[in-house]
């Protein structure tokens, strides 16, 4: 005797209860289906035109998807027969409340003939046996989580690549038409064509794309743009940004002979350190300024303004680099004016101290004098001198505090 035939059967009341809890579990359900088929990532998926592992994604959710709906057909086709039979049956007797108990809680939907694997039939094989409504609803829920977990995987790849795709793509657009105001552009040419063949995947396989590959892409087409946009400003700009060249030539021209002007002044007053010779870097700059002229008269606006960059930041570092020999320069004889105060500073505390007619600080001062106002000065040397007369006078300073 089977557990449904042993089972007492439910009086009408609990009847009436149970086919209430069927009915509001089967609308949920359909309503559920509704939406999934409504949702937009599956209606664009089982509507694309896909290939590769997106189509084999497609084919096992339309699988499955069938197979939900075939489910849920025999699950209302059994509440249907539960329904009609309540219906013909205001005062239902034992016979027909032990039906409708079968049909309620006992195994009462039929499966489909391919729940049983082909390989596992046999010829006289008994069909599989028949489900309950609620181990239907059981079914139906796994594949029903399947299938939105499926299509989600799908849409999040398509969510993930389309935004930055249409990006590539707008940067494709002004690449193409500034391309086209230069005359035309090698690697505008190659960039077009890889995003093609990149967005032909995204389109019709999002699982078999690689992001990456999309970002780099987009990346080397706003990259080319941006070269592009210069290129064509540059068009418009190259006679006064060379003239502008020309003059920070001259400029750095100009420096250079102010700061040899320096350094040869310096080189009368200071012997040691001696002053760092002042860098040559004005006729080469000019040479190579000569140099790109003929890019323009070719058309070759692209490397121009490559070219003209890297000669704008070449002729600022020219003049930062004259400057500093220049200031070092310079520098040298501040650093004697410098030491010349603090020997006069200290000779003024050693006669506060009392030390005027000292004969030891006397000569320590004198030989530091002289070295200090001497021409050319070592300063190395006077530097050790004052150092010398500096802890000399220090040393008086302690004693008179003791």
């Keep these: 005797m089977s557990e449904a035939a042993a089972r007492p059967p439910l009086d009408r009341d609990a009847v009436d209860d149970a086919l209430r809890v069927q009915r509001d579990e089967r609308d949920r359900v359909s309503a559920a289906l509704l939406d999934l088929e409504a949702q937009p990532g599956y209606r664009l998926l089982t509507g694309a035109s896909v290939t590769g592992a997106t189509a084999l994604a497609r084919e096992e959710i339309r699988a499955r998807a069938a197979e939900l709906w075939d489910w849920f057909d025999r699950y209302t086709r059994t509440l249907r027969a539960t329904e009609d039979l309540r219906a013909r049956h205001g005062r239902p007797g034992r016979a027909e409340l032990a039906e409708l108990t079968r049909l309620l809680t006992g195994p009462s939907v039929a499966p489909p003939e391919h729940e049983v694997p082909l390989a596992d039939r046999t010829l006289l094989a008994a069909p599989p046996p028949p489900l309950t409504l609620a181990a239907v609803v059981e079914r139906m829920t796994a594949l029903y989580e399947d299938v939105v977990r499926r299509v989600a995987a799908v849409d999040g790849a398509w969510s993930a690549l389309l935004p930055a795709l249409e990006r590539a793509e707008a940067a494709r657009r002004e690449v193409g038409t500034l391309a086209a105001e230069l005359g035309g552009d090698p690697e505008a040419a190659r960039l077009t064509g890889e995003l093609d063949r990149v967005a032909a995947t995204v389109r019709a396989d999002p699982l078999a794309t690689a992001p990456p590959e999309l970002d780099r892409l987009g990346a080397d087409l706003a990259a080319l743009r941006d070269r592009l946009r210069a290129a064509v400003r540059m068009r418009a700009e190259a006679a006064a940004r060379l003239a502008a060249l020309d003059d920070a030539v001259a400029l750095v021209r100009a420096e250079e002979d102010d700061a040899r002007r320096t350094r040869a002044d310096v080189l009368t007053r200071i012997s040691a350190p001696p002053p760092p010779d002042v860098p040559a870097l004005a006729a080469a700059l000019a040479d190579r300024c000569a140099a790109v002229r003929g890019l323009g008269a070719a058309g070759r606006w692209r490397a121009l303004t490559d070219r003209v960059a890297e000669l704008e930041d070449a002729a600022a570092d020219a003049l930062r680099r004259v400057r500093e020999a220049r200031d070092l320069a310079a520098?040298?004889?501040?650093?004697?004016?410098?030491?010349?105060?603090?020997?006069?500073?200290?000779?003024?505390?050693?006669?506060?101290?009392?030390?005027?007619?000292?004969?030891?600080?006397?000569?320590?001062?004198?030989?530091?004098?002289?070295?200090?106002?001497?021409?050319?000065?070592?300063?190395?040397?006077?530097?050790?001198?004052?150092?010398?007369?500096?802890?000399?006078?220090?040393?008086?300073?302690?004693?008179?505090?003791?």
Excluded at 331 to 341: K, M, N, S
Excluded at 361 to 389: I, M, Q
């Design 331 to 402: 520098g040298l004889t501040e650093r004697r004016d410098e030491l010349r105060g603090r020997l006069e500073a200290y000779r003024m505390k050693a006669a506060r101290l009392g030390h005027a007619e000292d004969a030891d600080l006397a000569g320590r001062y004198a030989r530091t004098r002289e070295l200090l106002w001497s021409a050319p000065c070592d300063l190395r040397r006077a530097t050790v001198a004052l150092s010398g007369y500096q802890e000399a006078v220090s040393a008086r300073a302690k004693g008179s505090d003791r």
